[in-house]
C-alpha cells in the first residue's frame, strides 16, 4: 500500500515540470512580448492556458502534500527558524505577491524581514532568541504545515495577518491569524476533512482542493501535536499549531 501510494506520489510529482514549462512558456509570451505581438484573441486564449496550468499546478502541489503527509516518515533534526520561515514565505507570497515575495530573497535578519512584510499586511511575531534557537524538528513538515496555513490565511486575509511562533512550556508554538470571514464552529471538524471546501475562487482564480488542512492534521498528528482553531463568522480565524519538544532539546 506504502508503495503504491509513492508510485502516485512519483507521478505526481513529474507533473510538475511539463506543467512548469506550460506556465513559463504561456507567461512569457503574455509578458516580454519579446516573440512579437499578439492579438487580443490570442491573448485571452494564452490567457486561459495559463489560468488553467496554475489550477493543475495547484493540484499537483495539493495532491504531493497531502501523499508526502500520509507518507509516515519523520526526520528530525536541529533547525533554526531563520532558516525556514523566510522560505516559506518567498514561497506563499510568489503567487499573490510578487514584489514583496522577491524583497523577502533577499532579507539579511529578522529585523529587515519583520519591516518588509507589513507591506503585504504580514505581521510577525517571534523573538530574537527564538528564531536563533535550534529546535529538533522535521524541517520539511513544518515548512509544509506553516505554507498551508500562510497560504490559506493569505487567501481570506482582509487586511492583516499575524504570524507568531513562540516556546512554551516545552511546546513549540506557531500560530497563523488572518482578519477575513472566519469560520462557523459547525465547520470546525468538517474543515480538516480531505476535499471538504466552504470556498468560491481566490482573486487568482485559482481554487483549492480542500487537501491543505487535511495533509496539516496529518502531518501535525502525525508529530504528536495538535491543532487548534479558534474562528467565528467574521471574526477571522487562528489557527494554532502545537508540538511537544523532545527532551534533549532542553538539555543543551
Ligand atoms: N484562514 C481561513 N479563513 C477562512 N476559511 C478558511 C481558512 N482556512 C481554510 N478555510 C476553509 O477551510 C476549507 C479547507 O481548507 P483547505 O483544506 O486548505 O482547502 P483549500 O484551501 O484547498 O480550499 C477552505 O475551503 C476554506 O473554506
Ligand atoms: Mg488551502
Redesign the pocket.
Known sequence: MLEKRLKLNLLFHDLKSPLAVVETGVTSLLNRRRYGSLSEKQEKVLGRILRNARVAQ?LVN?LLELGCAQKGIIRESPIKISSIIPEVLWQVLDLTNHNLSTKIKDVLDLTQLQSILPEGGITLSISPEIWEKEFYLDERKIKQIIR??M???L???KNSIELTIKEKDNCFICS?Q?D????SPK?HKK??E?Y????DLDENNL??????????LILVEEIGGELLLE?DVAK??K?IVRLPMPEKLNEG
Open positions: 495547484v495539493d498551508n496555513l497560504s490559506n490565511a487567501k481570506h486575509m497563523v488572518d477575513g470571514k472566519g469560520i465547520y474543515i480538516f480531505a471538504f471546501q466552504m470556498d481554487r483549492g482542493h480542500g487537501l491543505g488542512l487535511a495533509g496539516v474562528s477571522g480565524a489557527f
